[in-house]
C-alpha cells in the first residue's frame, strides 16, 4: 500500500511574477504577507513534519508566485533550504507553480537537480481575448510549448485554469478544458474567479464593466467541466479558492467564493444524472436513487436541494437516497 502524501505549503505572494493580472491578489488570496526565504522553508517543514503521523510521505509545495520567474539565486536558497530534508528521507519531493512563459531548459534542469517533482502552470485560460482582457502577459502558445517541455524533462504536469474571467462565457472555458486535456496533464486545478478588494478586477466590478462569475455561473459550468476531465482520466485536485480567513472575512466582494464550491459542483452532476433516471409517469411515485458509498451527501445536494428540485420537478411523492454497489458518479434507481 502505498503511503498517504501530506503537502507542506509555503506561499510566495507576488515573488517573480512579472504581471499583475486583474484578478490578482496573492496576499489575500494566499493568506500570506511575506515573501518566502529559507528560514520560512525550514520553519514551515520543521512545523508540517512535526505534525505527520508516522508513514507519510511529506511533499513541501510552493503555491502562488511564479517560482521560475524569481532570480535564480532567490530559487537556489529556497530550495537548498529544504535539500537536508530530501537527503534524509524526511521530505519525498517538491512541487511549484509558475507561468508558461517563464520556462526553459536551463530552469527546469535546476529544479530537476533539486528534487522537483511536480511543475503546475498557471494556464488560466486558452482563449487569445480572455488572456488578453486579464492581462496575463502569456500567449496559448506559450502553454502548449512549456507544457510539451515540463512533460519531456519528466515531471509530472499539472494545469491550472480560471473560469468567468473578464471576456470569458461558459463555451470559451469549455474550449480552455478541451485543450488542457489535448496536453495530457496529470491533474488540473480549476478556480472560478473571485473578485478580490482592492484588484483591478474588483474596480471593473464597482464601475460595471465587469459581471461578476456568480456561485450558481460556476458549479453549473463546474459540473461540465468536472464530467469532461473525469471522462478523460484527469483528476480535479482543485476545484475553488481554497477559504482563508481574508475571503472569508470580506476580501471576497463578488464571484464565485463559497467553502464548499466543489460539492455544489458535485450536486450539479448528480442532479443530472437523477433527471436522465425520470420521465413525467413518474408523478406522484416514491422514488430511491442508489449511489456509491460515501456519495449520498453530493447526490442529496447541499440542504437537500437535488431532491426538492427533483420532487418539485417531476411531481414525485418522495425522493430518497441509499448506498449500493454503483462506481463513481454512477446512480441507479432502486425503485
Not at 530550495?79 to 521530505?91: H, I, K, Q
Not at 458509498?293 to 431532491?307: D, E, F, L, T, Y
Request: aromatic share 6%; hydrophobic share 40%; with cysteine.
Amino acid at each position: 500500500m502505498a503511503a498517504k502524501r501530506s503537502i507542506i505549503p509555503v506561499f510566495v505572494p507576488h515573488l517573480g511574477c512579472p504581471y499583475l493580472c486583474v484578478f490578482c491578489d496573492q496576499n489575500r488570496i494566499s493568506g500570506s504577507l511575506r515573501p518566502a526565504t529559507a528560514d520560512t522553508v525550514r520553519a514551515a517543514l520543521d512545523e508540517g513534519l512535526a505534525k505527520l503521523p508516522d508513514g507519510t510521505a511529506a511533499c513541501l509545495a510552493f503555491y502562488g508566485g511564479s517560482f521560475t520567474a524569481i532570480p535564480e539565486n532567490e530559487q537556489r536558497a529556497l530550495l537548498d533550504a529544504a535539500a537536508p530534508y530530501l537527503a534524509d528521507g524526511r521530505l519525498e519531493s517538491i512541487r511549484l507553480s509558475t507561468r508558461p512563459d517563464c520556462i526553459d531548459g536551463e530552469k527546469l534542469a535546476l529544479l530537476r537537480r533539486s528534487g522537483v517533482r511536480t511543475v503546475e502552470l498557471g494556464v488560466q485560460s486558452m482563449c487569445p481575448e480572455v488572456l488578453e482582457a486579464s492581462g496575463r502577459g502569456h500567449t496559448a502558445a506559450d502553454v502548449v510549448s512549456a507544457a510539451k517541455m515540463v512533460k519531456d524533462a519528466g515531471f509530472e504536469l499539472i494545469l491550472q485554469m480560471m473560469t468567468g474571467l473578464p471576456g470569458d462565457t461558459p463555451e470559451r472555458s469549455i474550449y480552455t478544458a478541451r485543450r488542457l486535456i489535448e496536453m495530457k496533464p496529470d491533474g488540473v486545478r480549476i478556480y472560478p474567479t473571485v473578485v478580490v478588494k482592492g484588484t483591478t478586477l474588483y474596480d471593473m466590478w464597482r464601475s460595471g464593466t465587469y459581471a461578476e462569475h456568480t456561485v450558481e455561473d460556476a458549479t453549473r459550468l463546474g459540473a461540465v467541466l468536472l464530467d469532461m476531465f473525469d471522462e478523460a482520466g484527469i483528476p480535479v485536485i482543485r476545484f475553488g479558492l481554497n477559504p482563508t480567513e481574508d475571503l472569508s472575512g470580506g476580501e471576497a466582494a463578488a464571484g464565485a467564493y463559497h467553502p464548499a464550491l466543489r460539492e455544489l459542483a458535485e450536486g450539479q452532476r448528480y442532479l443530472k444524472r437523477e433527471r436522465a433516471l425520470l420521465s413525467e409517469n413518474d408523478r406522484g411515485a416514491d422514488v430511491v436513487f442508489g449511489v456509491a458509498p460515501g456519495k449520498i451527501s453530493a447526490a442529496v445536494g447541499q440542504h437537500r436541494c437535488n431532491a426538492a428540485a427533483l420532487k418539485d420537478e417531476f411531481g414525485l411523492g418522495s425522493v430518497r437516497f441509499a448506498e449500493c454497489e454503483a462506481e463513481g458518479m454512477e446512480v441507479v434507481r432502486i425503485k
